[in-house]
């Protein structure tokens, strides 16, 4: 066989949220050099919360990220709630759930459609899709014009929401409105099983490389906030205990700090999720993931992608119980009053891109002494790396040529829906 | 959906456009695709030639450049330098390219150093104050609102290309959410820069019953110090119009002239 010899240099590997570069060196057969990195400009979250009232946490956290909004507002709800000692009313739980679960659905269709499946459909975006494969453009924007709506709906806005306080909310959705979004769930229900034949003809590739998975731990159920933390390695820690389980280091290629538990490496995502908590899915979900051959413990990177739908259903089928039991009981008061005391607080929330931890601390008015905000990229940023310098072994081993060893690099790296900006925030 | 289109018997050309990011979190371009009902509508009046958050084709062909974000390092005043050559007419997209957004709360400390520390430690990292892009180029058209409305950015978008003439209300958003017959929120007992914000976003956040943090930037009718005397009135503490006005970087020049009156420390 002819030695191989090959040159990736991706500056800004596109469709991914962020900025990131890939390069692999191949040399004669051997890996001279394969390196994810990070080149995101830094913007000091941490530091602007400090001296800030409490109620500007959820508000400035949120804008951490475009797409996952909702979660970092949600997690910096919950850090400043358990320092103040204050338990959410099982009407605003109900309701962030259901707002949780809106956001991973639609953050999960924008990747697996928008993001990821231009690759397997062998374009450069969704645009040439537009006239190819005008059905698949029409399922995957439904999908999330639905989950957006029912975001609008409960939190305010799809983006940076607005109700989302706390203490709960500044308004309670429309029950009328909330009736038809249920009707309009249930009939979303064939497009996810469309969009499981449709990833059931890609080609996934066929890549694995051991990792330790890491998570919220369900109880009764499959756990999106707050909860004890669990690694596939065997590591149970408390909420509050997240800084031993997310280990943050710093290093020369990455402008975004990174993470590391038992191993080199970790990874968070949905992947994650599904590894440690399968058995608490709702059966549909289970079937996809079957039907699509994944089973738990799965260390194919690539198969995030599957993970990611087989959560898209379950946050459906879950979304439908939870607008159930929200419709057959009366409003409570939409917000409870807030009381400050000194302290420090700590809110892990499982977003669309794996866990995330925010923790800040206060003195006895509410102001913000110290925060810190561990981002689920971040903590995949190794792994990626580690993933990286396998392919490359991988695509020198299978003989793939230059232009085959970027596609799958980039593939990687996007399988893992990296938010670059938010990582390094 | 390439067939030549009119508008009042006149050619309407496709223009290409570029969509850029700086510092920022890419909500203002994720903005953009969640319009799901008119996507394929707005899509079809341009032709994207460089969105490197969605598709992998690029080019430097463009007529329009969106650029989000802000800037805070030297290689982003770079690429904002030659993206102002490349294109004919740049907008600003969003609170951030507008006045520096939320990243400009890292400037009130006037202290890199120690910001830099309290992240990440002795770690070296690259940083400079937050700017707008309007401090490195001249801005053709800005889109305010952290998010930018999709509805307003379609109707400019349109505008542009029809070669209407392109407005933003002086009024401020009170107007816009007295008119939605919203109850006041200081009558709530909240802070609500909606009586000296820039309107336009049809009081998106007051509807939600959030009071304004006057994202838009101010109303160039908006009365300051009448404002200031109904928060006076209201007992709202100035430590929450404060957190309000200095949010996004729009009141910059009132935020000075507070502190210095105030004596206050940011």
């Known amino acids: 066989m002819k030695k191989l010899t090959?040159?990736?240099?991706?500056?800004?590997?596109?469709?991914?949220?962020?900025?990131?570069?890939?390069?692999?060196?191949i040399q004669d057969g051997k890996v001279a050099e394969a390196r994810w990195e990070v080149v995101e400009t830094p913007r000091f979250f941490e530091a602007m919360l400090v001296g800030k009232h409490y109620e500007n946490a959820p508000y400035i956290c949120g804008r951490i990220c475009g797409i996952c909004s909702i979660g970092h507002t949600l997690a910096s709800i919950r850090t400043v709630e358990n320092c103040f000692g204050m338990e959410p009313s099982t009407q605003t739980a109900k309701l962030r759930l259901l707002l949780k679960h809106m956001e991973t659905l639609q953050s999960?269709?924008?990747?697996?459609?928008?993001?990821?499946?231009?690759?397997?459909?062998?374009?450069?975006?969704?645009?040439?899709?537009?006239?190819?494969?005008?059905?698949?453009?029409?399922?995957?924007?439904?999908?999330?014009?639905?989950?957006?709506?029912?975001?609008?709906?409960v939190g305010g806005r799809r983006l940076h929401p607005t109700r989302t306080v706390v203490g709960g909310f500044t308004m309670l959705p429309d029950k009328y409105r909330m009736q038809q979004f249920k009707s309009r769930l249930k009939t979303c229900l064939?497009?996810?099983?469309?969009?499981?034949?449709?990833?059931?003809?890609?080609?996934?590739?066929?890549?694995?490389?051991?990792?330790?998975f890491v998570s919220l731990k369900g109880v009764n159920d499959y756990p999106f906030i707050g909860g004890d933390l669990i690694s596939t390695d065997g590591v149970n820690k408390k909420e509050h205990e997240y800084r031993t389980m997310s280990n943050e280091y710093m290093d020369e290629y990455s402008t975004s700090k990174?993470?590391?538990?038992?191993?080199?490496?970790?990874?968070v995502g949905a992947l994650a999720r599904f590894n440690n908590n399968h058995v608490h899915l709702e059966k549909m979900a289970k079937d996809v993931a079957t039907m699509l051959g994944l089973t738990p413990v799965n260390h194919n990177p690539f198969m995030n992608n599957v993970a990611q739908l087989v959560e898209c259903v379950h946050v459906v089928l879950d979304a439908i119980r939870l607008i159930d039991e929200i419709l057959s009981t009366e409003y409570q008061a939409e917000r409870q009053p807030v009381t400050p005391r000194a302290g420090v607080g700590v809110g892990a929330v499982e977003v669309p891109r794996g866990i995330l931890y925010h923790c800040l601390e206060f003195d006895g008015d509410g102001r913000i002494i110290k925060g810190d905000c561990v981002i689920p990229t971040s903590q995949n940023h190794a792994n990626i790396f580690h993933d990286i310098e396998e392919l490359a072994v991988f695509c020198v081993e299978h003989g793939k040529t230059d232009r085959e060893t970027e596609l799958l690099a980039e593939m990687l790296v996007r399988a893992y829906d990296p938010c670059i900006s938010c990582s390094v925030h | 959906m390439d067939e030549k289109r009119t508008f009042l018997g006149v050619d309407v050309v496709k223009p290409r456009v570029g969509f850029f990011e700086l510092s920022s979190c890419e909500g203002c371009q994720?903005?953009?695709?969640?319009?799901?009902?008119?996507?394929?509508?707005?899509?079809?009046?341009?032709?994207?030639?460089?969105?490197?958050?969605?598709?992998?084709?690029?080019?430097?062909?463009?007529?329009?450049?969106?650029v989000e974000g802000s800037i805070t390092r030297k290689d982003e005043e770079e690429r904002l330098l030659a993206i102002r050559r490349n294109a004919t007419l740049v907008v600003a997209l969003g609170s951030c390219a507008c006045f520096g957004g939320v990243n400009q709360l890292k400037n009130r400390f006037n202290d890199l150093e120690w910001v830099k520390k309290e992240v990440y430690g002795d770690h070296p990292i690259d940083t400079q104050e937050t700017k707008p892009l309007s401090a490195i180029i001249d801005v053709d058209l800005e889109i305010y609102g952290c998010p930018i409305k999709k509805e307003e950015v379609e109707t400019i978008v349109t505008n542009l290309i029809l070669g209407k003439a392109i407005n933003h209300p002086k009024y401020p958003i009170c107007m816009e959410c007295k008119a939605r017959e919203n109850i006041c929120l200081f009558d709530l007992g909240e802070p609500c820069l909606g009586p000296v914000t820039r309107a336009g976003c049809d009081a998106w956040c007051p509807s939600n019953r959030l009071g304004c943090w006057g994202c838009r930037g101010p109303a160039p009718a908006a009365n300051m110090a009448q404002f200031l005397e109904i928060c006076k009135a209201k007992d709202i503490p100035m430590e929450r119009i404060m957190d309000r006005l200095e949010c996004f970087g729009g009141f910059q020049q009132s935020v000075e002239q507070l502190r210095t009156k105030e004596g206050s420390k940011p």
């Open chain 1, 190 to 212: 064939p497009d996810l099983t469309d969009s499981a034949e449709l990833f059931k003809s890609f080609a996934f590739p066929d890549f694995t490389r051991e990792t330790e």
């Open chain 2, 30 to 66: 994720l903005q953009l695709l969640n319009n799901e009902a008119t996507l394929l509508d707005f899509l079809s009046m341009v032709e994207v030639v460089n969105f490197r958050e969605g598709m992998t084709e690029k080019s430097d062909a463009y007529d329009i450049a969106f």
């Open chain 1, 258 to 267: 990174l993470s590391k538990l038992s191993r080199q490496s970790l990874a």
């Open chain 1, 108 to 153: 999960h269709i924008l990747h697996v459609y928008f993001l990821a499946a231009p690759d397997f459909l062998g374009v450069g975006s969704v645009l040439p899709l537009t006239q190819s494969h005008p059905d698949v453009v029409q399922r995957a924007l439904r999908l999330k014009l639905l989950a957006n709506d029912i975001c609008d709906e």
């Open chain 1, 6 to 25: 090959c040159n990736v240099d991706i500056k800004h590997l596109t469709r991914v949220e962020g900025h990131g570069n890939i390069k692999i060196t």
